[in-house]
């Protein structure tokens, strides 16, 4: 009962503060989530143009834990496909538990345009449980991508989910889906050290702004450091690593009220191109 | 190589579309100038002539002043450049000769490049046949259809307990306009357009057939005739003191444009329904010497009653039965003439407009309006001047009206330096000051009650890079609507404008504004006036790569009111345009986010439309934009439009607009469709 009354609790925190953003789209293996311009990293429904970044084909795997709490975990897992004519990804990640839960899936598809610019659109379907006489409502909407490599150093990220504002509707009552615009840019300082900056606005929610810094120390390892804010500054930390065709990431965002968020990720790349 | 290089980069960018280079121009030119006023701006009319010019372009060897005049985006110091460089080496060559010409940059030169073409030396104007209209004529018929798909209040019936009324507007809910143009290489020219408004009848018991009609017909440069109009057409002389119906530089990002351009006499082929002229009117050239003449005898909308009427109406719409009393009942009769004598550096003109009402136009009088025109006669007459000495362009003009009320505008441009214009001007129009046709430099959108400094400099510091600055202080000696006593402002502007390579060009634009406005304190029986200020900044980044090309744009800004507290707004956008290489088909998407707390942080932001309908919306509240733009060529002579847009407003107000415009709801949705043929 305990545990139960502390999910109540935290859910209502955490949807007035998220304002339903965080609940439905999975964060991503880039450090404060800045994932919009970032041309090294992708993950299940970040800007569909990086895609097409992703020189290997493979899968994987992601975890995201929400404040120590298993209830309010996402899973995800990805795979994607490059080919000549355009690149192709699948998305699919599960939140919540038995008596609530939302599920999205994405097909993905981005081209890469001479390494000058990338663009991408995801047709996304989410899937509300809304009790055992209902079950399962949804509702199909895009998820649009771009980026430009302005030159070689420096590119600008632009990608919006949910553009129409569409919602999930049952007889009694509305399920808002996050519309999400995102603006960022990506720099790269070295070739081991990257810079990236991101707004994002949730229709209905704050903005974000957020920056973040990649440092490749080693071969096979990443320190990842960021922030953004979003009413109040959370800090994260992130280290990720690469063995053979293995890589492993891991994030965490240390909220100021409601405490840590981790994300794990593991990819496994079928081949070397 | 150097040579290699330069003609590659010219090619591509004479391969330029036109329409694209227009289109920015408008852009550029009109999103600040839609933000400082609350008339509605005729982009059709502005679009057409230089859509003309671009279908006849102007041959660098023999134009005139008053040609490159059609090129609003260049500054007068920038002609007066072309035309001392024609003039000194005789001959312009070759179009790589503009970048030796002082004060033209790269971006400059891209802009000029679709209007303009090297001919020979010293062509005279061959004579028309016949023949000549079946062989070089060009015909256009345009059809344009627009539907909002949710419908508005006006549209629907009330019903209340008691009884079901009609809806409010007569006519259906669709726009529609039909117009046909023919153009013999901009000697001859006439057309017809027709339109009906959405909500305007068109075919019931009442009304058979259109609710505007347009008639046009121009001759120009046949013997001493320079221009003959019949039918709908504008006039437009000096700096607009006296009369300028055509569009008048105000401030931009082109910060040395103070001047207005295309003097004369111009055919009419817009929608706008009220401000034009139905009548005739010609020029003729005696040498150094051009004289017009102009007649105009046309109906007006007003609300009359007891044979007089306190405004008029100007919107052109008659949608309800209300609006339909208005039309057309107000006779009015303008006689007006212009002599402009020419000397090489040295131009002066005299411009004399008359305007007689069949009835009385009486305002209901109060401190703000006590000097508005009234009554049935209205005499303007205007001097105006031009002065070119070294560096130095002195220009301007004075005009008075039936009541001796003065209006002055005076300015001058110098440039020190080649890579330096600078730009003053100081304008007084006396609060008795009125006519109604003035449309000038000013601050507010009337021609009277306003004093002002402006100064303005263009400066290319380093390549590739531009900075445009200005600064306006100015002062409302008389009380003015919203205002209840004398008030001032002040106007600030910087812009830097990079263009690395290109493909890619992008600026940034700082804005300041203080203006002073009435505050209603409840405690005292005056309002107070406090003053407000606005800043904001944007960074808009155009990136070209083969045949898409990209636009994004951010802006911010913050209001200050006395009265509450800072509201803020941000806008993003996303553009996106393809032209398809095989197929003639050209795409353009956006995504625009916008979050505008007050109706003081709106935004206006310029995006693509159907051939001649700009659109620049202004959009405040929480939301989301989208659109999509279709061009088609079905054919070599046959073109399809088609354009949806849809806004979504994400905050807690379930309501779009007011009055019979009220759509329930929180999403508006519109289609545009337009054909065009030409042959």
Redesign the interface.
């Known amino acids: 009962m305990n545990k139960l009354i502390q999910i109540i609790l935290v859910l209502l925190i955490s949807t007035n503060i998220f304002s339903q953003l965080s609940l439905s789209i999975p964060e991503t293996n880039t450090i404060a989530n800045l994932n919009v311009a970032d041309t090294r990293n992708w993950s299940a429904f970040s800007n569909p143009s990086n895609i097409s970044y992703l020189k290997n084909s493979g899968f994987g795997f992601q975890y995201e834990n929400r404040f120590l709490l298993n209830e309010l975990s996402t899973k995800s897992i990805f795979a994607n496909l490059p080919t000549t004519l355009v690149d192709m990804a699948l998305s699919a990640s599960y939140f919540g538990y038995n008596q609530y839960n939302e599920i999205l899936l994405g097909i993905g598809f981005a081209r890469n345009?001479?390494e000058?610019?990338s663009?991408g659109v995801q047709f996304n379907y989410s899937a509300t449980y809304f009790g055992p006489e209902i079950k399962y409502l949804g509702v199909l909407f895009p998820q649009?991508g771009?980026n430009?490599k302005?030159s070689p150093k420096f590119n600008?990220g632009?990608s919006?989910f949910n553009?129409?504002?569409q919602n999930i509707s049952s007889n009694f009552s509305i399920k808002r889906l996050a519309?999400v615009?995102s603006?960022g840019c990506e720099y790269f300082f070295a070739d081991n050290f990257v810079f990236r900056s991101q707004?994002d606005?949730e229709?209905?929610s704050n903005?974000k702004f957020g920056v973040g810094f990649d440092y490749t120390m080693l071969n096979f390892l990443t320190v990842k450091l960021g922030a953004y804010t979003y009413g109040y500054l959370v800090s994260c930390l992130g280290l990720s690593t690469n063995f053979g065709s293995f890589s492993f990431s891991y994030n965490a965002d240390f909220h100021p009220i409601l405490g840590l968020v981790s994300i794990a990720s593991v990819r496994y790349d079928l081949q070397k191109k | 190589m150097i040579v290699s290089v330069l003609v590659l980069v010219f090619i591509s960018v004479k391969a330029q579309d036109n329409t694209s280079t227009i289109e920015q121009i408008i852009a550029d030119i009109f999103e600040q100038y839609s933000e400082d006023t609350d008339e509605e701006i005729d982009f059709e009319s502005f679009y057409d002539e230089l859509k003309t010019v671009a279908e006849n372009p102007i041959d660098l060897n023999n134009a005139t002043r008053e040609n490159f005049e059609k090129l609003v985006f260049l500054s007068d110091m920038q002609i007066e450049n072309i035309l001392s460089y024609a003039y000194s080496f005789g001959t312009i060559n070759t179009i790589y000769e503009l970048q030796l010409i002082n004060g033209l940059d790269m971006t400059d030169i891209r802009r000029i490049l679709p209007f303009v073409y090297i001919g020979a030396k010293n062509i005279e104007y061959p004579k028309i046949y016949w023949s000549d209209i079946k062989r070089y004529g060009r015909n256009e018929i345009l059809y344009r259809l627009d539907r909002g798909i949710e419908l508005r209040k006006g549209f629907k019936e009330n019903i209340t307990e008691s009884e079901i009324t009609k809806p409010k507007y007569l006519g259906s809910a669709f726009y529609n306009s039909l117009k046909y143009h023919f153009n013999l290489k901009e000697r001859i020219m006439f057309g017809l357009t027709m339109e009906k408004d959405a909500g305007e009848a068109f075919l019931n018991q009442a009304k058979k057939g259109y609710d505007f009609y347009s008639m046009y017909g121009q001759i120009n440069n046949v013997g001493r005739f320079k221009t003959i109009v019949v039918g709908d057409f504008r006039a437009n002389f000096g700096m607009g003191l006296v009369i300028r119906q055509g569009l008048s530089m105000g401030k931009s990002s082109y910060v040395l444009n103070v001047i207005p351009r295309n003097s004369g006499l111009k055919k009419y082929s817009s929608t706008d329904e009220y401000n034009f002229f139905r009548g005739t009117g010609c020029t003729i050239s005696f040498g150094k010497v051009n004289a017009t003449a102009f007649y105009s005898n046309r109906m007006i909308d007003a609300d009359t009653l007891n044979n007089s009427f306190t405004s008029i109406y100007k919107t052109g719409l008659h949608r309800t039965e209300s609006e339909l009393l208005k039309k057309g009942t107000v006779n009015k009769q303008v006689l007006g003439t212009n002599l402009i004598y020419t000397l090489s550096n040295f131009q002066i003109g005299l411009t004399l407009v008359h305007t007689l009402l069949n009835i009385n136009l009486k305002h209901e009088i109060y401190p703000y309006n006590l000097y508005y025109f009234s009554g049935n006669k209205q005499t303007n007459l205007g001097l105006n001047y031009r002065l070119r000495m070294h560096k130095f362009n002195v220009f301007g003009e004075t005009a008075l009206n039936q009541d001796l009320a003065k209006a002055t505008i005076n300015g001058v441009m110098y440039s020190p330096v080649s890579q330096v214009s600078l730009v003053a001007l100081y304008r007084y129009y006396a609060p008795d000051y009125n006519s109604l046709y003035a449309n000038s430099f000013s601050e507010s959108s009337s021609i009277s009650n306003e004093k002002g400094f402006y100064i303005g400099a263009e400066i290319l510091p380093f390549k590739k890079w531009k900075i445009s600055v200005y600064s306006d202080s100015y002062k409302f000696t008389w009380p003015k609507f919203g205002v209840d006593g004398p008030s001032i402002g002040q106007d600030y502007l910087l812009q830097l404008d990079y263009a690395t390579r290109r493909d890619?060009n992008m600026y940034w634009r700082i804005r300041y504004e203080q203006k002073e406005k009435n505050y209603l304190n409840e405690n005292q029986a005056l309002n107070e006036i406090v003053s407000t200020t606005k800043a904001s900044i944007r960074y808009q980044?155009v990136?070209t790569?083969?045949n898409?090309s990209?636009k994004?744009l951010?802006e911010y800004n913050v209001v200050q009111n006395y009265s509450t507290a800072m509201t803020y707004g941000?806008t993003?956008l996303?553009d996106?345009s393809y032209r398809f290489r095989k197929i003639p088909l050209k795409i353009d998407l956006r995504?625009q986010?916008f979050?505008a707390q007050a109706y003081e942080n709106r935004f206006y932001t310029y995006e693509k439309d159907l051939l001649y309908a700009f659109s620049i919306p202004m959009i405040y509240r929480?939301?989301?934009r989208?659109y999509l733009n279709i061009k088609y060529d079905l054919t070599r002579n046959m073109s399809l439009w088609f354009k949806y847009a849809?806004t979504?407003y994400?905050d807690d107000k379930n309501i779009i607009g007011s009055g019979n415009d009220e759509i329930i709801g929180n999403r508006k949705n519109d289609l545009r469709f337009m054909f065009r043929y030409e042959f």
């Open positions: 345009f001479s000058k610019f663009l649009i771009l430009l302005l600008l632009f919006t553009p129409f504002q519309s615009f603006l707004i606005k229709i209905s903005y | 890619l980044l990136y790569y083969g898409f990209f994004n951010m941000f993003a996303q996106i995504y986010f979050d929480t939301g989301s989208m849809q979504i994400s």
